[in-house]
């Protein structure tokens, strides 16, 4: 017995041997483990600094975790919306999803600053940002999901693709879910992820067209639940005012839960892009309604949809690269 228990430890300790010593994805491919021999403390370092950022100010959670999406719509999850702009580069915080609203740029440099101390040139900036998410999550109350490793940095930009290919508040049910489905994401992806704005802020700017002349014949949006609208007028008029910021979910605004889908029902989702969800598609209402019955089965489905937009077209092996400063190329 104690040789066959012998036998099976060496041929286990075979099995995962390539996956320590050669610190790259297999065949192009992520995996949980990659940094487990490179790097062991990446995660808990990672998880150390956003618990610290979050404990600060409970918003960072919601900020972090947009931030991986607005990366991975663009150009894949390749943590180019870090890139600040240079002679070759044009930055895509200057696009109208990200300008003067992306945030946590701060917290992923803190954490990249304690990663290069215990392990120089070897986690990803865009590893961080899909840990950081992850963890943003679990530290609201949301649930986790085993995060797959192994993306690289790119060593460029898309403005373009950042104005064009993330959806934006005042966009129509079609167009953001042709917008999901050209990254490989469907329908209840769609649902699901959207389900990330229990948590967070919005600016006035974003869904005033909602409060006073979004069909253009001077009548306010009556998707919009009225009593709800004129809470919402006073800090958002028809001019001024446009940074002014209000909760997505202003029943429980910092817990990661499914209050979102029951405040759509009620004609209370505070974008455009949210309630459309119940009133263009009865597929997506359908979703909603499931999510705002049961808990668990959002949590389960907002789990494997994070983890498939993580997957969105990731540079591996040897393409792109491991920043040392995630806001510049290597030089």
Known sequence: MAHFIGICMVVTLLSFAPLCLSGKSIGGYLYPQFYDCSCPKAKEIVKSVVAKAVAKEARMAASLLRLHFHDCFVQGCDASILLDSSGSITSEKGSNPNRNSIRGLEVIDEIKSALEKECPHTVSCADI????????????????????????????????????????????????????????????????????????????????????????????????????????????????????????????????????????????????????????????????????????????QFAKSMIKMGNISPLTDHRGEIRKYCRKINA
């Open 129 to 300: 940002l899909a840990l950081a998410a992850r963890d943003s999550t679990v530290l609201a109350g949301g649930p986790s999901w085993v995060v797959p490793l192994g993306r690289r940095d790119s060593r460029g930009a898309s403005l373009s693709g950042s104005n064009n290919n993330i959806p934006a508040p005042n966009n129509t049910f079609p167009t953001i879910l042709t917008k999901f489905k050209r990254q490989g994401l469907n329908i209840v992806d769609l649902v699901a992820l959207s389900g990330s704005h229990t948590i967070g802020k919005s600016r006035c700017v974003s869904f005033r067209q909602r409060l006073y002349n979004q069909s253009g014949n001077g009548q306010p949006d009556y998707t919009l639940d009225q009593s709800y609208a004129a809470k919402l007028r006073p800090r958002c008029p028809r001019s001024g005012g446009d940074q002014n910021l209000f909760f997505l979910d202003f029943v429980s605004p910092t817990k990661f839960d499914n209050m979102y889908f029951k405040n759509l029902l009620a004609s209370k989702g505070l974008l455009n892009s949210d309630q459309v969800l119940v009133t263009k598609s009865e597929a997506s209402m359908e979703l909603v309604k499931q999510y705002a019955e049961n808990n668990e089965l959002f949590f389960e």
